[in-house]
């Protein structure tokens, strides 16, 4: 008999000076491309729970190694159900990234926050019920702190660099997160405004609680591109009229999204990088060797 030759395992990539960032930008709706970006390198990073959802550009932008990544794959191919959230947020750990930039289309649920305004929301209401929102589960259990769902530093930074660029954009409100990718019945929005929620949108709450999970600072530039369908003096929310609007407000978030990189400061003044600190419930011993690999990235420092 011809004895058998082992297979040889597939080699993984070491990851090099090239391939890695320090800040990530997730462009939404409008956005599939990062402007100024300098010296770029595309690479497909192959994460546990699958594929992003396009390639990630890694370059240099205003001094600093930054990762983009299109939110709906260029060509905007997925809806905000089928995007894979997981790979997005496991695939930026991976190549360093400590600062999400996540850049969004939402509605206005408020007469003073008219279309083509931003706004850096501080808090989420999740009404998605079809999206695996978690890194944990299969023999490890994490609970993560998530009173405070953005961080602060960052939020601070984007409000600055709003007034750096000459945009009108709103400090803190509420992100009310919808499944879609229909947009609201008149009655839903009715209910949003009368529970208070500032703006509507379909992605950023997914997001939010992964990068937490993972350890990365996360904050997001809204730019409001509609009066939902509640208001009376406004037709029924058209994606005519939002493609128009992110049109004409990408240009305001390059600009922004460039201020806020330069002025990035060098350290993390926030609780972001020990979110699992004491998160992780399960005994260090009963967590299976499968799910130790498969989230390295996250829980190395904590289980060794």
Not at 43 to 57: E, I, M, Q, W, Y
Not at 139 to 165: E, Y
């Amino acid at each position: 008999m011809t004895p058998k030759v082992p297979k040889p395992k597939p080699k993984t990539a070491k990851r090099t000076t090239a391939t890695r960032a320090e800040i990530g930008i997730i462009g939404g709706s409008g956005l599939y491309a990062m402007p100024g970006l300098e010296r770029t390198r595309e690479v497909r990073v192959k994460t546990p729970f699958g594929d992003p959802s396009d390639g990630l550009v890694i370059g240099t932008l205003e001094g600093k190694r930054v990762a983009f990544l299109a939110r709906h794959g260029r060509g905007h191919r997925l809806t905000p159900s089928e995007i894979n959230y997981r790979a997005n947020i496991y695939a930026l750990k991976l190549l360093g990234v400590e600062r999400v930039l996540s850049v969004s289309a939402v509605g206005s649920l408020r007469e003073d926050l008219p279309p083509l305004e931003f706004m850096m929301p501080d808090q989420f209401f999740d009404r998605t019920y079809r999206r695996v929102s978690t890194f944990f589960g299969d023999g490890i259990v994490a609970h993560v702190g998530f009173d405070k769902p953005t961080c602060p530093q960052l939020a601070g930074v984007l409000g600055s660099a709003c007034n750096a660029a000459g945009v009108k954009g709103h400090r803190g409100g509420t992100y009310v997160c919808i499944e879609g990718p229909q947009f609201s019945t008149l009655a839903e929005a009715h209910v949003h405004r009368q529970l208070r929620f500032d703006i509507v949108g379909m992605t950023n709450v997914t997001e939010a609680k992964l990068a937490r999970e993972a350890e990365l600072c996360y904050a997001t530039i809204a730019m409001i591109t509609d009066y939902d369908c509640w208001h009376p003096e406004h037709s029924s929310v058209t994606l005519e009229e939002i493609v128009a609007n992110l049109n004409r407000n990408a240009g305001n978030a390059c600009n922004v999204l460039r201020n806020a990189v330069r002025e990035m400061p060098a350290a993390r003044e926030c609780k972001c990088a020990r979110a699992l600190a004491h998160a992780i419930v399960t005994d260090p011993k009963a967590v299976p060797a499968a799910a130790r690999r498969r989230l390295a990235a996250i829980v190395r420092k904590y289980i060794t």
